[in-house]
C-alpha cells in the first residue's frame, strides 16, 4: 500500500543542512496498522509528513497505492492526497466552526453535492460516537472528543490510508484507550491501512501489527511487535 524507496530528507536550517532522515526502505501492507517509535528527534514526524508529501523528501520515491506522489504534478498531488487522511497531536480543528463543520470542511473541498456531504457528515458522527455533538464548538468537547472529530475529518472522503502524528500524545490514558480502540475498530471495519508515530510503547502494544523503530533518521528494528519488542 505504501513504500518509501531510499528517502533521504534534510532541513536547509540558516545555510545548513540537517539530516532527517538518511535512507529509509519501508513497505507497509494494505489493511495494516503499522507504528514507528523513536525518541524526539528520531525523525518521526518527518518520516510520516513524507508520506503525504507535507514534506517533499530530498531525494526518493513514496508510493502509495501505486502511484509515486513525488512525480505527481500540484493538482495531481491534492486529488492523490484524498486517499490519505492525518490526524494529528492537537487535532489542528477550525476553532469558528462547528463540529459539523469541520467534518464537512474536506467535503466541501472536493466539491460534492449539499446532501451527499449531510448524509456523510451523519455517517461520521454516528461512527466516532458524537452523534448528538454536531452544533457544538470545538472549545465545548473534551479532549478524547476532540481527536473523534479529527478522525471523522480525516475520513471524509474515504481514504485509503491514515496516518496518525502522535495522536494519542495529548490524552490521559483512558482516552488514549477508547481512542485506540476506535481507531482499531475502523482498521477492521473498513480496512484501512493505519501509520502510526509514537515514542510510546504502549500504544504500539496495543494496535499495532508491525513496528519500525527509528533512530537518527534511520529505521534500526523492524518487525511485528511481539519480535522486536523481545529482544532486550
Ligand atoms: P515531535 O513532537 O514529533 O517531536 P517536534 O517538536 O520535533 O515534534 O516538531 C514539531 C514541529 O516543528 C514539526 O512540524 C517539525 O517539522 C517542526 N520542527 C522540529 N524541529 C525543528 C527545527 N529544528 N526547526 C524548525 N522546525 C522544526
Ligand atoms: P521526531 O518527530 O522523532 O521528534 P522530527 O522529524 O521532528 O523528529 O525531527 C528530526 C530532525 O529534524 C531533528 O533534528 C529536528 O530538529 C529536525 N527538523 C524537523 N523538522 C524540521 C524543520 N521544519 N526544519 C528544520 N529542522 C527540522
Request: a positive charge; aromatic letters at 4%.
Amino acid at each position: 500500500m505504501i513504500t518509501l524507496q531510499n528517502v533521504r530528507k534534510d532541513y536547509l536550517v540558516e545555510k545548513k543542512s540537517i539530516t532527517a532522515l538518511k535512507k529509509i526502505d519501508l513497505t507497509i501492507e494494505r489493511g495494516e496498522v503499522f507504528g514507528i517509535i523513536g525518541h524526539s528527534g528520531a525523525g518521526k514526524s518527518t518520516l510520516i509528513r513524507c508520506i503525504n508529501l507535507l514534506e517533499k523528501p530530498t531525494m526518493g520515491s513514496i508510493i502509495v497505492d501505486g502511484q509515486d506522489l513525488t512525480r505527481l504534478s500540484p493538482s495531481q498531488l491534492q486529488t492523490a492526497r484524498r486517499e490519505i487522511g492525518m490526524i494529528f497531536q492537537h487535532f489542528n480543528l477550525l476553532s469558528s466552526a462547528t463540529i459539523y463543520e469541520n467534518i464537512a470542511f474536506p467535503l466541501r473541498l472536493s466539491k460534492r453535492s449539499k446532501s451527499e456531504i449531510d448524509k456523510k457528515v451523519r455517517d461520521l458522527l454516528e461512527l466516532v460516537g458524537l452523534a448528538d455533538h454536531a452544533k457544538k464548538y470545538p472549545a465545548q468537547l473534551s479532549g478524547g472528543q476532540k481527536q473523534r472529530v479529527g478522525i471523522a475529518r480525516a475520513l471524509a472522503n474515504d481514504p485509503k490510508v491514515l496516518l496518525c502524528d502522535e495522536a494519542t500524545s495529548a490524552l490521559d490514558p483512558m482516552t488514549t484507550q477508547s481512542i485506540l480502540k476506535l481507531l482499531s475498530d475502523i482498521n477492521k471495519k473498513l480496512g484501512l491501512t493505519i501509520v502510526l508515530i509514537t515514542h510510546e510503547m504502549h500504544v504500539i502494544r496495543e494496535i499495532c501489527d508491525r513496528v519500525g523503530v527509528i533512530d537518527g533518521g534511520e529505521i534500526v528494528e523492524l518487525g511485528p511487535v511481539a519480535e522486536v519488542f523481545l529482544n532486550p
